[in-house]
Protein backbone atom coordinates (compact mmCIF):
# COMPACT_ATOMS: atom_id res chain seq x y z
CA UNK A 1 0.00 0.00 0.00
CA UNK A 2 2.86 2.45 0.62
CA UNK A 3 4.36 1.73 -2.40
CA UNK A 4 1.17 2.41 -4.38
CA UNK A 5 1.18 5.71 -2.52
CA UNK A 6 4.83 6.59 -3.53
CA UNK A 7 4.40 5.45 -7.14
CA UNK A 8 0.96 8.08 -7.18
CA UNK A 9 3.00 10.53 -5.44
CA UNK A 10 5.59 10.52 -7.82
CA UNK A 11 3.09 10.07 -10.78
CA UNK A 12 1.66 13.37 -9.83
CA UNK A 13 4.77 14.93 -9.29
CA UNK A 14 6.00 14.25 -12.90
CA UNK A 15 2.74 15.51 -14.05
CA UNK A 16 2.87 18.96 -12.29
CA UNK A 17 6.57 19.15 -13.83
CA UNK A 18 5.73 18.71 -17.40
CA UNK A 19 5.59 21.56 -19.61
CA UNK A 20 2.63 22.60 -20.90
CA UNK A 21 3.42 24.16 -24.11
CA UNK A 22 0.54 25.64 -25.10
CA UNK A 23 0.62 27.80 -21.93
CA UNK A 24 3.60 28.94 -22.34
CA UNK A 25 3.01 29.64 -26.51
CA UNK A 26 0.44 31.42 -24.94
CA UNK A 27 2.26 33.62 -22.29
CA UNK A 28 4.86 34.15 -24.92
CA UNK A 29 2.27 35.34 -27.46
CA UNK A 30 0.48 38.22 -24.91
CA UNK A 31 4.14 39.64 -24.03
CA UNK A 32 5.52 40.16 -28.04
CA UNK A 33 2.02 41.20 -28.63
CA UNK A 34 1.96 44.06 -25.27
CA UNK A 35 6.03 44.42 -26.90
CA UNK A 36 4.65 45.07 -30.48
CA UNK A 37 1.77 47.46 -29.07
CA UNK A 38 4.30 49.62 -26.90
CA UNK A 39 6.94 49.59 -30.16
CA UNK A 40 4.31 50.77 -32.41
CA UNK A 41 3.35 53.69 -30.06
CA UNK A 42 6.94 55.04 -29.23
CA UNK A 43 7.50 57.59 -31.51
CA UNK A 44 3.56 58.51 -32.13
CA UNK A 45 3.88 59.21 -28.10
CA UNK A 46 6.95 60.74 -28.49
CA UNK A 47 9.05 59.04 -26.00
CA UNK A 48 11.93 59.27 -27.41
CA UNK A 49 12.40 62.69 -25.85
CA UNK A 50 12.63 61.25 -22.39
CA UNK A 51 16.25 62.66 -22.38
CA UNK A 52 14.70 66.05 -22.27
CA UNK A 53 13.56 66.00 -18.50
CA UNK A 54 17.20 65.77 -17.65
CA UNK A 55 18.35 68.21 -20.09
CA UNK A 56 16.33 70.52 -19.10
CA UNK A 57 16.33 70.05 -15.32
CA UNK A 58 17.78 73.48 -14.79
CA UNK A 59 14.00 74.87 -16.11
CA UNK A 60 12.44 72.74 -14.57
CA UNK A 61 14.02 73.66 -11.01
CA UNK A 62 13.22 77.28 -11.77
CA UNK A 63 10.14 76.82 -12.75
CA UNK A 64 8.85 74.40 -9.64
CA UNK A 65 10.77 76.72 -7.66
CA UNK A 66 7.67 79.24 -7.52
CA UNK A 67 5.51 76.36 -6.65
CA UNK A 68 6.86 75.99 -3.29
CA UNK A 69 6.15 79.11 -2.16
CA UNK A 70 2.30 78.90 -2.07
CA UNK A 71 0.12 82.04 -1.36
CA UNK A 72 -2.89 81.55 0.74
CA UNK A 73 -3.86 85.17 0.62
CA UNK A 74 -7.57 84.29 -1.18
CA UNK A 75 -7.63 81.35 0.98
CA UNK A 76 -11.51 82.20 1.06
CA UNK A 77 -12.18 82.22 -2.81
CA UNK A 78 -10.29 78.72 -2.39
CA UNK A 79 -12.17 77.21 -0.16
CA UNK A 80 -15.78 78.32 -2.04
CA UNK A 81 -14.87 77.45 -5.52
CA UNK A 82 -13.39 73.74 -4.07
CA UNK A 83 -16.95 73.45 -2.58
CA UNK A 84 -18.46 74.51 -6.07
CA UNK A 85 -16.58 71.88 -7.24
CA UNK A 86 -17.57 69.15 -4.79
CA UNK A 87 -21.13 70.82 -5.70
CA UNK A 88 -21.00 69.89 -8.73
CA UNK A 89 -19.35 66.59 -8.60
CA UNK A 90 -22.35 65.62 -6.03
CA UNK A 91 -25.08 66.46 -8.56
CA UNK A 92 -23.36 64.91 -11.78
CA UNK A 93 -22.58 61.66 -9.49
CA UNK A 94 -26.22 61.76 -8.00
CA UNK A 95 -27.89 62.27 -11.77
CA UNK A 96 -26.02 59.76 -13.07
CA UNK A 97 -26.76 57.01 -10.57
CA UNK A 98 -30.74 57.55 -11.16
CA UNK A 99 -30.09 57.31 -14.50
CA UNK A 100 -28.04 54.87 -14.75
CA UNK A 101 -29.71 52.68 -12.62
CA UNK A 102 -32.97 51.79 -15.32
CA UNK A 103 -29.96 51.75 -18.20
CA UNK A 104 -27.91 49.20 -16.12
CA UNK A 105 -31.22 46.76 -15.89
CA UNK A 106 -31.53 47.13 -19.41
CA UNK A 107 -28.13 46.52 -20.11
CA UNK A 108 -28.09 43.30 -18.74
CA UNK A 109 -28.00 40.19 -20.40
CA UNK A 110 -29.98 37.92 -17.98
CA UNK A 111 -33.22 40.36 -17.26
CA UNK A 112 -33.30 41.71 -20.29
CA UNK A 113 -33.74 40.43 -24.08
CA UNK A 114 -31.06 41.07 -26.46
CA UNK A 115 -32.59 43.44 -28.82
CA UNK A 116 -32.66 45.95 -26.28
CA UNK A 117 -29.39 44.97 -24.29
CA UNK A 118 -27.73 45.81 -27.56
CA UNK A 119 -28.74 49.29 -28.32
CA UNK A 120 -28.55 50.24 -24.87
CA UNK A 121 -25.15 49.40 -24.28
CA UNK A 122 -24.07 50.95 -27.63
CA UNK A 123 -25.87 54.23 -26.13
CA UNK A 124 -23.57 54.10 -23.13
CA UNK A 125 -20.59 53.06 -25.44
CA UNK A 126 -20.63 56.45 -26.47
CA UNK A 127 -21.56 58.06 -23.33
CA UNK A 128 -18.39 56.38 -21.16
CA UNK A 129 -16.18 57.47 -24.61
CA UNK A 130 -16.65 60.76 -24.62
CA UNK A 131 -14.41 62.91 -21.78
CA UNK A 132 -15.80 65.00 -19.37
CA UNK A 133 -14.38 67.97 -20.33
CA UNK A 134 -15.80 67.44 -24.25
CA UNK A 135 -19.17 67.48 -22.59
CA UNK A 136 -18.10 70.29 -20.79
CA UNK A 137 -17.57 72.07 -23.90
CA UNK A 138 -20.84 71.12 -25.35
CA UNK A 139 -22.86 72.08 -22.10
CA UNK A 140 -20.63 75.23 -21.89
CA UNK A 141 -22.06 76.48 -25.88
CA UNK A 142 -25.85 75.11 -24.91
CA UNK A 143 -26.22 76.23 -21.53
CA UNK A 144 -24.01 78.91 -21.19
CA UNK A 145 -20.58 79.30 -18.43
CA UNK A 146 -21.04 77.98 -15.00
CA UNK A 147 -21.39 75.07 -12.63
CA UNK A 148 -24.81 73.82 -14.37
CA UNK A 149 -22.72 73.04 -17.55
CA UNK A 150 -20.08 70.90 -15.10
CA UNK A 151 -22.70 69.14 -13.89
CA UNK A 152 -24.16 68.14 -16.89
CA UNK A 153 -21.21 66.82 -18.06
CA UNK A 154 -20.32 64.98 -15.56
CA UNK A 155 -23.69 63.30 -15.11
CA UNK A 156 -23.76 62.27 -19.26
CA UNK A 157 -20.11 60.77 -18.95
CA UNK A 158 -21.09 58.90 -15.39
CA UNK A 159 -24.55 57.52 -16.79
CA UNK A 160 -22.26 55.36 -19.00
CA UNK A 161 -19.75 54.14 -16.84
CA UNK A 162 -22.66 53.47 -13.50
CA UNK A 163 -24.95 51.61 -16.09
CA UNK A 164 -21.57 49.42 -17.01
CA UNK A 165 -20.55 49.33 -13.53
CA UNK A 166 -23.87 48.23 -11.74
CA UNK A 167 -25.22 45.75 -15.42
CA UNK A 168 -21.60 43.97 -14.36
CA UNK A 169 -22.88 43.00 -10.86
CA UNK A 170 -26.49 42.38 -11.99
CA UNK A 171 -25.25 39.65 -14.22
CA UNK A 172 -23.38 38.36 -11.58
CA UNK A 173 -26.13 37.56 -8.93
CA UNK A 174 -27.75 34.38 -7.89
CA UNK A 175 -30.75 34.32 -10.23
CA UNK A 176 -32.60 31.07 -7.91
CA UNK A 177 -34.02 33.70 -5.43
CA UNK A 178 -35.55 35.49 -8.77
CA UNK A 179 -36.55 32.45 -10.13
CA UNK A 180 -37.98 31.29 -6.56
CA UNK A 181 -39.71 34.85 -7.05
CA UNK A 182 -41.17 34.56 -10.51
CA UNK A 183 -42.55 30.93 -9.55
CA UNK A 184 -44.90 33.02 -6.80
CA UNK A 185 -46.45 34.13 -9.92
CA UNK A 186 -44.92 37.98 -9.72
CA UNK A 187 -44.30 40.05 -11.99
CA UNK A 188 -41.38 41.42 -13.63
CA UNK A 189 -40.73 44.46 -11.92
CA UNK A 190 -41.19 42.51 -8.65
CA UNK A 191 -38.54 40.30 -9.61
CA UNK A 192 -36.31 43.14 -9.87
CA UNK A 193 -37.45 44.59 -6.56
CA UNK A 194 -37.37 41.73 -4.52
CA UNK A 195 -34.37 39.37 -6.49
CA UNK A 196 -32.01 41.46 -8.33
CA UNK A 197 -31.76 44.60 -6.12
CA UNK A 198 -31.21 43.22 -2.12
CA UNK A 199 -27.99 41.16 -4.03
CA UNK A 200 -26.43 44.27 -6.02
CA UNK A 201 -27.05 47.22 -3.05
CA UNK A 202 -23.82 46.41 -1.35
CA UNK A 203 -21.71 46.73 -4.83
CA UNK A 204 -23.58 49.36 -6.30
CA UNK A 205 -23.04 51.62 -3.18
CA UNK A 206 -19.63 50.73 -3.35
CA UNK A 207 -19.76 51.94 -6.93
CA UNK A 208 -21.98 55.29 -6.77
CA UNK A 209 -19.26 56.25 -3.54
CA UNK A 210 -15.94 55.14 -6.02
CA UNK A 211 -17.52 57.11 -8.59
CA UNK A 212 -17.76 59.92 -6.67
CA UNK A 213 -14.46 60.45 -5.37
CA UNK A 214 -13.24 60.08 -8.85
CA UNK A 215 -15.95 62.81 -10.13
CA UNK A 216 -14.56 65.07 -7.45
CA UNK A 217 -11.24 65.04 -9.25
CA UNK A 218 -12.54 65.06 -12.20
CA UNK A 219 -14.70 68.70 -11.78
CA UNK A 220 -11.63 70.33 -10.82
CA UNK A 221 -10.23 70.79 -14.12
CA UNK A 222 -13.96 71.24 -15.85
CA UNK A 223 -13.86 74.97 -14.69
CA UNK A 224 -10.78 75.20 -17.36
CA UNK A 225 -13.48 75.49 -20.23
CA UNK A 226 -15.71 77.82 -18.09
CA UNK A 227 -18.01 74.98 -16.28
CA UNK A 228 -17.42 76.52 -12.75
CA UNK A 229 -15.62 75.21 -9.74
CA UNK A 230 -12.33 75.57 -8.63
CA UNK A 231 -10.76 74.56 -12.67
CA UNK A 232 -10.96 78.24 -13.93
CA UNK A 233 -9.86 80.03 -10.85
CA UNK A 234 -6.55 77.41 -11.14
CA UNK A 235 -6.45 78.01 -14.90
CA UNK A 236 -5.99 81.70 -14.40
CA UNK A 237 -3.56 81.78 -11.95
CA UNK A 238 -1.49 79.96 -14.02
CA UNK A 239 -1.94 81.90 -17.18
CA UNK A 240 -0.84 84.93 -15.49
CA UNK A 241 1.88 83.26 -14.09
CA UNK A 242 1.07 83.56 -10.35
CA UNK A 243 2.82 80.40 -9.65
CA UNK A 244 2.18 80.94 -5.94
CA UNK A 245 -1.74 81.23 -6.55
CA UNK A 246 -1.56 78.45 -8.62
CA UNK A 247 0.27 76.33 -5.63
CA UNK A 248 -2.06 77.15 -3.02
CA UNK A 249 -5.15 75.82 -5.33
CA UNK A 250 -3.66 72.52 -5.74
CA UNK A 251 -2.68 72.12 -2.02
CA UNK A 252 -6.37 73.08 -1.42
CA UNK A 253 -7.39 70.42 -4.11
CA UNK A 254 -5.25 67.45 -2.66
CA UNK A 255 -6.31 68.27 0.91
CA UNK A 256 -9.90 68.51 -0.09
CA UNK A 257 -9.62 64.87 -2.36
CA UNK A 258 -8.10 63.41 0.44
CA UNK A 259 -10.44 63.90 2.72
CA UNK A 260 -13.08 62.82 0.08
CA UNK A 261 -11.07 59.50 -0.53
CA UNK A 262 -10.96 58.72 3.23
CA UNK A 263 -14.64 59.23 4.14
CA UNK A 264 -15.53 57.30 1.00
CA UNK A 265 -13.04 54.36 1.94
CA UNK A 266 -14.25 54.27 5.36
CA UNK A 267 -18.13 53.94 3.80
CA UNK A 268 -17.78 51.70 1.26
CA UNK A 269 -15.93 49.24 4.18
CA UNK A 270 -19.27 49.36 6.10
CA UNK A 271 -21.37 48.84 3.06
CA UNK A 272 -19.80 45.42 1.61
Known amino acids: MENTDKLNLAANTTNHLKIKWPEVFSKITYVLVIIAVLGISYFPAEIYRW ?28 VMKMFETITIATWGTFLSIVFGIPFALLSSNNIAPKWIVHPVRRVMDATRAINELVFAILFVAAVGLGPFAGTMAVF ?14 VEAVDMRPVEGIRSTGAGYLHEIIYGI ?4 MPLWSSFSLYRFETNVRSATVLGIVGAGGIGFT ?32 QLRKRLI
Open 51 to 78: PMIFTDASNMATYLSDFLKPDFTDLKLY
Open 234 to 265: FYESFRAFKYADAAAIIIVVIITVSITDMISC
Open 197 to 200: IPQV
Open 156 to 169: VHNTGIISKLFSEA
